[in-house]
């Protein structure tokens, strides 16, 4: 199972928005809707965002949010602040009952 | 308050095992889907494995990196679920983190694992 693929890096200024794709597969991201999104920051662990492609966990902010269209699914950050720079990764299940994450962004706030 | 604590994790020499675990707290373990996942130093986040609970036959899968030589089990009357590493290769070097839910709700802080003769 191939890594699902995010651009390396994506910047925006503070206020602005910006959008990170993740594309995959009909095999994966475009077979089912358990597309999820994570926050990494330097040395911490991985933080749910979006889970099953557009939904919100309680905490989060309303800044954030996620779509699908097809093989790809996307993550918006509206808005941008100095916090939300990290690194963002997608995930997906499979067709073969497992789960696989995407390559990685990172955000840079300029 | 929430939490998964990973412990286990160390120095492994090539084709030796090592075995992790996660306990639980805070939440409905027994309900709960356990995944484990790894991060190379500088690198992406890697999915290793699943575990279901017991109202799906405790089913587990693998990637295909490490099927056949890793395996995930659980205790749920010890909150805790594990993972056991077998024929170790220098590349399974990396942070362990374990995480729950099939969304992978929750995640531990992670416990570091080092394959080196």
């Known amino acids: 199972q191939s890594a699902l693929t995010q651009p390396a890096s994506v910047s925006g200024s503070p206020g602005q928005s910006i959008t990170i794709s993740c594309t995959g597969t009909s095999s994966d991201v475009g077979g089912y809707n358990y597309v999820s999104w994570y926050q990494q920051h330097p040395g911490k662990a991985p933080k749910l965002m979006i889970y099953e492609v557009s939904n919100r966990p309680s905490g989060v902010s309303i800044r954030f949010s996620g779509s699908k269209s097809g093989n790809t699914a996307s993550l918006t950050i509206s808005g941008l602040q100095a916090e939300d720079e990290a690194d963002y990764y997608c995930?997906?299940?499979?067709?073969?009952?497992?789960?696989?994450f995407g390559t990685g962004t990172e955000v840079t706030v300029l | 308050e929430v939490q998964l604590v990973e412990s286990g994790g160390g120095l492994g020499q090539p084709g030796g095992s090592l075995k992790l675990s996660c306990a639980a707290s805070?939440?409905?373990?027994?309900?709960?889907?356990m995944h484990w996942v790894r991060q190379a130093s500088g690198k992406g986040l890697e999915w290793v494995g699943r575990?279901?609970?017991?109202?799906?036959?405790?089913?587990?899968t693998y990637a295909a990196s490490v099927k056949g030589r890793f395996t995930i089990s659980r205790d749920d009357s010890k909150n805790t679920a594990y993972l056991q590493m077998n024929s170790l290769k220098t590349e399974d070097t990396a942070m362990y983190y374990c995480?729950?839910?099939?969304?992978?709700?929750?995640w531990g802080q992670g416990t570091l694992v080092t394959v080196s003769s």
């Open positions: 575990i279901r609970t017991k109202a799906n036959s405790y089913a587990t």
């Open positions: 995480t729950s839910d099939t969304a992978m709700v929750r």
């Open positions: 995930s997906s299940y499979t067709t073969s009952s497992t789960h696989v």
């Open positions: 805070g939440f409905t373990f027994s309900g709960s889907a």
